[in-house]
């Protein structure tokens, strides 16, 4: 198993629809997880942190099931600024430090007018 | 507080030559990280540092060196450039946390490197 692994898309949904993405890791371990947007030509930035169960922002909820080893990012009533691709990020642990963090190659969703 | 920034934005290299990428933080975080993101591969860890005065190796460190002279200041140095380091770069920061936790990492704009 890929130690990050995202489905690719393109996702295509309407406006005001629900889309959920899945991220799955391979680490047991690790305890914290991250999610960021990354928008055409731009750098990547935190959308949301996960540190326990879950966490809500807004229209965004992201879970954590760590007995199948995924992180889940959910998006309510989609909007057209919201077309962007999601990274998942998982920390990687080399002899006791986490400080790095290893990225999933992203899922592209595309929200339709 | 201008966050992470990066120079050049875009830079033309000829097979051969050298350069030096230059990342600026001014949030005093203690880490900092090189990456490069090719299509279809996500993003890769080059080098990073943990404190001024240390770097060390990430996952493709191969044809890259770094220098951490300054807390604020993360140096990219391509020696001989090769068309496969065509690439877009992109610098990082975050806080040093405790033992086996893990902090955001913030990213600067990004450099796009064409070497032809």
């Known amino acids: 198993r890929k130690e990050v692994e995202q489905d690719p898309g393109p996702f295509n949904v309407p406006e005001g629809a629900t889309v959920a993405f899945n991220c799955t890791y391979s680490?047991?371990?690790?305890?914290?997880f991250f999610w960021y947007r990354q928008d055409c030509r731009k750098e990547p930035k935190l959308l949301m942190s996960v540190y326990s169960s879950g966490n809500e922002d807004g229209r965004f909820t992201a879970q954590l099931n760590r007995a199948s080893q995924y992180i889940s990012l959910l998006i309510r009533d989609s909007k057209l600024s919201d077309s962007a691709t999601y990274l998942c990020?998982?920390?990687?642990?080399?002899?006791?430090?986490?400080?790095?963090?290893?990225f999933g190659t992203g899922t592209l969703l595309a929200v339709q007018p | 507080n201008a966050g992470v920034t990066q120079t050049p934005k875009f830079r033309v290299l000829k097979t051969g030559q050298s350069m030096t990428l230059l990342c600026a933080q001014d949030?005093?975080?203690?880490?900092m990280y090189w990456y490069r993101q090719d299509p279809g591969m996500g993003l890769r860890l080059i080098h990073y540092s943990v404190g001024e005065g240390t770097t060390a190796k990430g996952e493709v460190p191969d044809g890259y060196n770094v220098s951490r002279l300054k807390k604020q200041n993360f140096l990219l140095g391509l020696e001989s450039a090769a068309p496969s380091q065509t690439s877009v770069y992109f610098c990082?920061?975050?806080?040093?946390?405790?033992?086996?936790?893990?902090?955001?990492?913030?990213f600067g704009p990004g450099t796009r490197l064409t070497v032809l």
């Open positions: 949030m005093n975080h203690e880490y």
């Open positions: 990020a998982v920390p990687r642990t080399y002899g006791g430090a986490t400080n790095k963090l290893i």
């Open positions: 680490n047991s371990a690790s305890q914290s």
């Open positions: 990082a920061s975050s806080y040093y946390l405790k033992q086996g936790a893990t902090d955001t990492q913030y």
